[in-house]
Nanobody, 126 residues
């Protein structure tokens, strides 16, 4: 069993930055695909980015490329999502997810991830 805990959300103005953290604990053996998803009120939960825990190789959704960056610290089992140049449309609840596989094995939709955190809210005002 794996537990995920997000932190770092908050309210910022357009153009601002935040760093979200996802602390993972539990029985994590082998590579995990760690994903971040965003869900705005009344909308679907969509992927923002994914990172392989072993290599650190990452991929991003088109709308955040060049603005968001993933990193991980395997010593502490923490995955970070650095959010820069934030826009109002980035507003939503951000969820961390994990699945015991390499990211390229699946399409990385929400249903492809076994473990989820409770989410952290990001609000960007204009």
């Amino acid at each position: 069993q794996v537990q995920l805990a997000e932190s770092g959300g908050g309210s910022v103005q357009t153009g601002g930055s935040l760093r979200l953290s996802c602390a993972a604990s539990g029985d994590m053996y082998g590579n995990y695909c760690m994903g971040w998803f965003r869900q705005a009120p009344g909308k679907e939960r969509n992927g923002v980015g994914y990172i392989n825990s072993f290599s650190g190789s990452a991929d991003y959704a088109d709308g955040v490329k060049g603005r968001f960056t993933l990193s991980r610290d395997n010593a502490t089992n923490v995955v970070y999502l650095h959010l820069n140049s934030l826009k109002p449309e980035d507003t939503g609840m951000y969820y961390c997810a994990a699945d015991p596989r390499f990211c390229w094995v699946r399409r990385n939709e929400a249903a492809d991830f076994r473990y989820w955190g409770q989410g952290t809210q990001v609000t960007v005002s204009s």
